[in-house]
Antibody, heavy 121, light 107 residues
Framework: EVQLVQSGAEVKKPGESLKISCKGS????????IAWVRQMPGKGLEWMGI????????RYSPSFQGQVTISADKSMTTAYLQWSSLKASDTAMYYC??????????????WGQGTLVTVSS | AIQLTQSPSSLSASVGDRVIITCRAS??????LAWYQQKPGKAPKLLIY???SLESGVPSRFSGSGSGTDFTLTISSLQPEDFATYYC?????????FGQGTKLEIK
């Protein structure tokens, strides 16, 4: 069974750093892209970026480029999303998701449970 | 970047109704479009991929169609469990943007 298990909720202060994780199991981790999606409170889904753990090829949305870093550790079968300096506006639920097929970064049929990040002074 | 605009943004309907949600793209493409359903406090669920292919396990009352700039999600006969928010997403080019969502509520 394919599973994506995300790290737990975080409460941080503005200016702090943070790295959240998404551990994949039940499939060949290096052969599938992993995407990150943001959902701010009461709002819609926003595509942040995607990484191919096999070779660390990474693509970012222009809205998030330079604001976050996406990475992956093949040995840990885990993808990461990190911030160097959080803002209150980073408060949101963050989901990781895996595409339907290994041949491309399309159509997310497996999702993590979400990680709630709260940034408040 | 391709922008997706869903209409309507919200919709009230009754059990048994036929519902159509539209997703309009700012640039045309052939089929790289998905539809998701999201219920409160849950991760999205894939319903339709390649614009018209039904994901395994999804009831056949859901269907998708379209190409170019106009795509639709149709629910042929609404069931109580279908009341949720629906999103389209394009995979034609990066960033793989989502529509703003359509909230389907009980009338």
């Amino acid at each position: 069974e394919v599973q994506l298990v995300q790290s737990g909720a975080e409460v941080k202060k503005p200016g702090e750093s943070l790295k959240i994780s998404c551990k994949g199991s039940g499939y060949s981790f290096t052969n599938y892209w992993i995407a990150w999606v943001r959902q701010m409170p009461g709002k819609g889904l926003e595509w942040m970026g995607i990484i191919y753990p096999g070779d660390s090829d990474t693509r970012y949305s222009p809205s998030f480029q330079g604001q976050v870093t996406i990475s992956a550790d093949k040995s840990m079968t885990t993808a990461y999303l990190q911030w160097s300096s959080l803002k209150a506006s980073d408060t949101a639920m963050y989901y990781c998701a895996r595409p339907l097929y290994s041949h491309g970064p399309y159509y997310y049929d497996s999702w993590g449970q979400g990680t709630l990040v709260t940034v408040s002074s | 970047a391709i922008q997706l605009t869903q209409s309507p943004s919200s919709l009230s309907a009754s059990v048994g109704d036929r519902v159509i949600i539209t997703c309009r793209a700012s640039q045309g493409f052939s089929s790289g479009l998905a539809w998701y359903q999201q219920k409160p406090g849950k991760a999205p669920k894939l319903l339709i991929y390649d614009a018209s292919s039904l994901e395994s396990g999804v009831p056949s009352r859901f269907s998708g169609s379209g190409s170019g700039t106009d795509f639709t999600l149709t629910i042929s006969s609404l069931q109580p469990e279908d009341f949720a928010t629906y999103y389209c997403q394009q995979f034609n080019s990066y960033p793989h943007s989502f529509g703003q969502g359509t909230k389907l509520e009980i009338k």
